[in-house]
């Protein structure tokens, strides 16, 4: 087994690993930005040394830095996480180049997998069930209009070199296509750094079921079941459970032998997750994530089994202590990822400091997070901050005890989707299975489902006079220091942060014309240029902030007297986009 391992991740993802190492007392490392100084999961790994900048294209996505991190700190292995590096074949391949342990997938089986035309042909020829689609990428709209006239419309434009719905954009009409095309190219190439899109036939109102697999290098490989992610909005996941509430036992089994035979097929390591649409007729293949899950719990909770313990076996050259006939679901799990976001406002993320945190506790709950008391969230990365995980026998004794749990989650200073989840769960459509993936976007009425639910931002708490810690920082390298006798630093209040772009369209205009960024974020398009006449309502620019494109609207007509962004700059909140007179 290892004997130290460095995490290149961040937040709860790598809080869940340190712990996983520290069960078979391996050290850890971590790795932080200048927004994670303070971070939980550089307290809490044996050593932590520092990549970059705030922004992740120079931090968390810095190779050349993590490599020469986990060289310096002597580590024998590398654990991604999820999100960031975890599915890029040229960062396994480095880490592998340079001695160390990739705890994942081999980078051959990742670059397959992790290109979706080559692994929707992987897949078929594995005999997995797959979506009708263009067997190459595409190169111009004339391809979606001959795909649509083929297998009719709606027709979905997905990335090639990635998933998790980026980069997906929905044809409805033949005049769609064109601008659905560029969109779907531009998000493609911003968080792929790839621009090939392909096409598939559009499968309207599905549910979204994957199955969790793991696999050895000695030719071992199994599936835990399956795992319901149909609860989204705009394709990112909400709410998982397993096992799901409308798969029998063959249905299972038939999935469970598609996933096995499409990631035997890859020569697949590691644990990993093969995604199915499922309607009524049948099941079709969606992708495969070559890393953990971030719902990965559900499964440990419904099988016993801890999935990054096996990932920590697995990559140290052990046989798999599991067989399928050795595997059973019993009871019921559902996550809740706990996200700063506002549902009343399209769930556009939010930003803030937490003034009080307290979790829920008690049987048959699991919160893994990643922030607590006093923690500032700002709008550089992902905004889920932790996830509670909660059991019970079955579904209707999970509901129950997600009821009381929630109802428990205490986060004060800033805005999140428990109000939501609380909702929901009430709600008959979500306790009979009636929804599927576009439900949340189409199909609910937020402000009806929450009534008059309290949403809004409670007060920060008292602050604490106790003697504190504090870090300190050498050669990039992170250290504790107990100081007796001070006082906790001010938190910042949350009207001192960036607020939350306000809706769907999101950067007002100030009073002397000038349109400002609501949140730190990436300009991904510019829709107006110097002498351009705008309404109320135009789109100026799409903000990409914590993984989601907004738009940002003129809030009065004019005409555009200065662009002074540019497509691809960094921006803060309170910067300058388009002056409008």
């Known amino acids: 087994m290892f004997e130290k391992v460095l995490i290149a991740n961040r937040g709860e993802i790598a809080i869940r690993v340190i712990r996983a190492c520290r069960d078979r007392q391996i050290a850890t490392v971590a790795i932080y930005s200048d927004a994670d100084r303070d971070a939980r999961h550089v307290e809490l790994a044996d050593a932590a040394f520092h990549v970059g900048p705030a922004r992740a294209a120079e931090s968390y996505l810095a190779i050349d830095r993590i490599i020469a991190v986990a060289e310096e700190a002597g580590v024998d292995a590398v654990h991604p996480g999820y999100g960031f590096l975890a599915e890029n074949p040229t960062f396994a391949r480095s880490v592998i180049d340079a001695g160390m342990t990739w705890i994942g997938p081999p980078p051959a089986a990742m670059r397959q997998l992790g290109d979706k035309t080559a692994a929707r042909t992987l897949m078929a020829d594995a005999g997995v069930p797959v979506i009708p689609g263009s067997e190459e990428p595409i190169a111009d709209v004339d391809a979606v209009h001959a795909f649509g006239e083929t297998h009719g419309y709606p027709v979905a434009i997905k990335a090639a070199g990635g998933g998790g719905g980026r980069g997906m954009k929905i044809v409805g009409t033949p005049e769609d296509a064109g601008e659905k095309l560029e969109a779907a190219i531009r998000e493609a190439t911003a968080y792929f750094d790839d621009p090939r899109v392909y096409l598939e036939r559009f499968i309207e109102n599905p ?70 649409l499922l309607t009524d007729e049948t099941f079709y293949f969606m992708e495969v994530n070559t890393r953990i899950q971030v719902e990965h719990p559900v499964t440990e909770l419904v099988c016993g089994v801890d999935l990054v313990d096996l990932q920590l076996e697995v990559a140290a050259g052990a046989p798999l202590r599991l067989s399928q006939d050795s595997i059973e679901m019993d009871g019921h799990a559902i996550e809740f990822r706990i996200n700063m976001e506002d549902a009343r406002a399209a769930f556009q993320p939010t930003t803030g400091v937490i003034g009080r945190y307290d979790p829920p506790r008690g049987v048959g709950v699991r919160v893994d997070d990643g922030v607590t008391t006093g923690t500032a969230v700002g709008g550089e990365y992902d905004s889920m901050v932790g996830k509670l995980i909660v059991t019970g026998t079955d579904r209707r004794h999970c509901l129950a005890r997600a009821e009381r749990a929630l109802s428990e989650y205490t986060i004060e200073g800033v805005q999140t989707i428990i109000p939501f989840h609380r909702a929901i769960i009430a709600d008959e459509r979500f306790r009979t299975g009636a929804y599927h993936t576009r439900f949340v976007d189409e199909a609910l009425d937020i402000d009806e489902l929450l009534g008059d639910a309290d949403s809004t931002v409670q007060g920060v708490g008292e602050q604490d006079s106790d003697p504190v810690s504090y870090t300190v920082e ?63 309502g135009d789109v100026l620019c799409v903000l990409e902030a914590m993984k989601m494109e907004n738009e940002v609207t003129a809030s009065t007509d004019g005409t555009v007297t200065a662009v002074v962004v540019d497509v691809g700059d960094q921006v803060d909140a309170g910067d300058p986009l388009v002056q409008i007179e």
């Open 207 to 276: 549910r979204h079921v994957e199955i969790q697999v793991i696999a050895d290098a000695h030719g071992g490989a199994v599936h835990l079941g399956e795992r319901d992610c149909t609860l989204q909005r705009r394709h990112q996941k909400l709410i998982e459970e397993a096992p799901s509430p409308v798969v029998d036992p063959e249905l299972r089994a038939a999935m469970g032998e598609a996933a096995i035979a499409g990631v035997t097929a890859a020569g697949y390591e590691s644990a990993g997750t093969v995604e199915f």
């Open 474 to 536: 050498v050669d990039g390298r992170r250290f504790g220091v107990d100081v007796h006798g001070a006082t906790q630093p001010q938190h910042r209040q949350p009207s001192e942060t960036a607020p939350s772009l306000g809706g769907a369209t999101g950067g007002p205009a100030r009073g002397d014309g000038a349109v400002t960024a609501e949140m730190q974020g990436t300009i991904l398009a510019l829709s107006v240029t110097e002498g351009d006449a705008v309404r109320s």
